[in-house]
């Protein structure tokens, strides 16, 4: 059967505490991998994954394993918003997936210091199933674990490991540009650029992007990539650049060259897929340096006052 498994790097951590008198130990370190998975395959199937829980600190964590549903944030940002119940055809897709270790069912889960814990994910479809996507994470939650100097300290955390669940054959890509954005006048850079891209459709797909500029004499002075991140079905998420963020949030396409004057035009070109559909939009910008211009004809005019006095002093 065919079955395909992407692994991408994308990880939602979650960390709770609650501090006394006593600080946290540092030593507290939980990990996951892979933070996000995507599967597309069609039924009859049965697939294994293995999702790997890490502690690399020096005290042992007690935990507990549970699958939780989610759809897509409606604020554009790809975070999930997570569920009470999987929502979907098939309304006993639940039944249909399930946490194991060596073959035997999991529900909790203690990992030893420095080291790791495997546990195999298995999705198993019947010949009947229907065509579908579902969304959901694989959360470990940790105990409180108790500072030995005092019963006030404790932390506990969560950590996730998705899964984009893809369900049938000839999923082809349906979706639009949902909104490109830049400002239409600009005194100068850097220049803010918005993109978002919609699924219409009913299975998720990672879009590729990229944006180019032009300057008014048709030579191409700018380029910026887009990062090619999961749209879910039926939502809409801002594409960001591919450059790396100083912060953990993904970076919005921006162009940084500070000097700008003239007409630019702005591409953005997005392929749903590595067969398509192809769809690009133009923006133009406006560069004037009011600054710049002002302060040049201001020291014109002043350079011609000087200029007419002293003529007029030695004439």
Known sequence: ??????????????IGGCFGAQKAHADFSLGV?????????TAPNIINTVISF????????????RIVPFKASDDGTGLPSYMDHFTGPDAQIAQKISLSITNAPVTSLTIPPQSKRDVTLTVTLPENEPDGDYYFS???????????????????????????LSIG???????????????????????PITVKVANTGNAFFAPRGAITIKNMFGQTVGAINLLPVNIL???????????????SEESKPVWHEKALFGVYQ??????????????????YVIAIPWIAIGT???????GLFIFLRVKKRTS
């Open 296 to 302: 040049i004809i201001i020291m014109s005019l002043l």
């Open 54 to 65: 890490s502690n690399t600190g020096d005290t042992p964590i007690d935990g507990d394993l």
């Open 138 to 164: 694989v959360i470990y939650t940790s105990k409180p674990i108790t500072n030995n100097q005092s019963t006030s300290t404790f932390l506990n955390a969560s950590i996730a490991s998705h899964v984009l």
């Open 169 to 191: 054959a000839n999923h082809k890509p349906q979706g639009n540009i949902d909104t490109f954005d830049t400002p239409i006048f600009v005194t100068g850079g850097p220049l």
């Open 266 to 283: 702005v591409q953005l070109s997005v392929a749903l897929s590595d067969q398509g559909p192809l769809y690009t939009q133009t923006r």
């Open 233 to 247: 079905a039926q939502s809409i998420r801002d594409l960001p650049s591919d450059e790396i963020s100083n912060t």
């Open 1 to 14: 059967m065919k079955k395909q498994l992407t692994i991408l790097s994308l990880v939602t951590l979650f």
């Open 33 to 41: 991998y892979p933070p996000i998975t995507t599967i597309t395959t």
